[in-house]
């Protein structure tokens, strides 16, 4: 959906509608991912790998329930 949503934007530049939702969608994906690397940190890796996505570089933010 990410990717999708990217190369939307390559020909709609003004849907800033859409704009809005794939930061809500990135930020959303930016925690799932962090809670994982907390959780469990080999499995966060290897989807990591399978998303083909980069490691974010500021995983030390814990998260606090």
Avoid: G, P
């Amino acid at each position: 959906m990410i990717r999708r949503l990217t190369s939307h934007f390559e020909s709609h530049k003004k849907d800033y509608l859409s704009q809005r939702a794939l930061v809500k969608l990135i930020e959303k994906r930016q925690w799932l991912l962090l809670y994982s690397s907390q959780q469990n940190r080999v499995c966060h890796t290897e989807l990591i790998s399978q998303l083909n996505i980069q490691q974010s570089i500021n995983l030390s933010f814990e998260i606090q329930f």
